[in-house]
């Protein structure tokens, strides 16, 4: 290969490198609080007995008055809903090593239901009357916001102007100018937290629950030119 060739060959790889495109890569975060305008409760009936009738029977009866007690306080059908129905036997044995030695099957039957409601002032009445129907389960106390479009919105807003930010300060940081935006693409989460019930030892001041802010963040991951 003669000189000639060589710095022909050094020269186009030259500018092969200079023509490929420079990319910064940032992103972007925010979150943003909305209070809660909906609340998600799941409450159960949980019965046992040697006989899995008698325990499903017994399950069957406490319900419907933990049931006739949310109708007596305006909760509709598209408000109560059954979430899960479990029946399962539990066997061991008693009296081991003994002449009495002998195998007994407990039965269990759980039944769940969700609560939808918007009024949140009402939530710890709704568990007060569940519980004093009979219900021996709360499993969950969820407040959340029904339409999140505007939080996702707003925080989508913040995180590009977080990621612009970033991108605008590592550019002059680096001594370069920053180019066009060449792709953005977009994610979200949120968290609504769970709750639990304050019980008063005054059964006459009743159960308070104190709903927190539902969180809605967005993420960003964008890429310019320099």
């Known amino acids: 290969m003669g000189v000639v060739t060589l710095l022909m060959l050094l020269v186009a790889g030259a500018a092969l490198a200079d023509a490929e495109p420079k990319r910064l890569q940032v992103s972007g975060t925010a979150v943003v609080t909305g209070d809660p305008d909906i609340a998600y409760i799941t409450v159960g009936v949980e019965t ?75 939530v710890g009445e709704i568990v007060d009357r569940a519980v004093k129907a009979g219900a021996n389960q709360v499993q969950g106390i969820r407040f959340d916001v029904q339409d999140k479009q505007a939080l996702q919105l707003e925080a989508l807003k913040l995180a ?18 920053l180019g066009e935006l060449v792709s953005m693409s977009e994610s979200y989460s949120s968290y609504a937290p769970m709750v639990r019930a304050v019980a008063y030892a005054d059964a006459a001041v009743g159960t308070s629950i104190s709903p927190g802010e539902v969180e809605v963040s967005a993420s960003v991951q964008m890429e310019f030119a320099f």
Do not use: F, H
């Open 160 to 177: 590009v102007q977080q990621g612009m930010g970033k991108a605008e300060a590592m550019a002059e940081a680096a001594g370069v100018t």
């Open 48 to 122: 046992q007995n040697p006989s899995a009738e008698k325990a499903a029977q017994d399950n069957a009866s406490i319900m419907a008055q933990v049931l006739a007690a949310l109708r007596e306080m305006g909760l509709t059908e598209k408000e109560v809903s059954t979430s899960g129905y479990n029946i399962w036997g539990s066997t061991q044995t008693v009296n081991r090593g003994t002449d009495k030695e002998e195998t007994v099957t407990t039965y269990w039957v759980q039944n769940r239901i969700n609560i939808t409601t918007k009024n949140l002032d009402s």
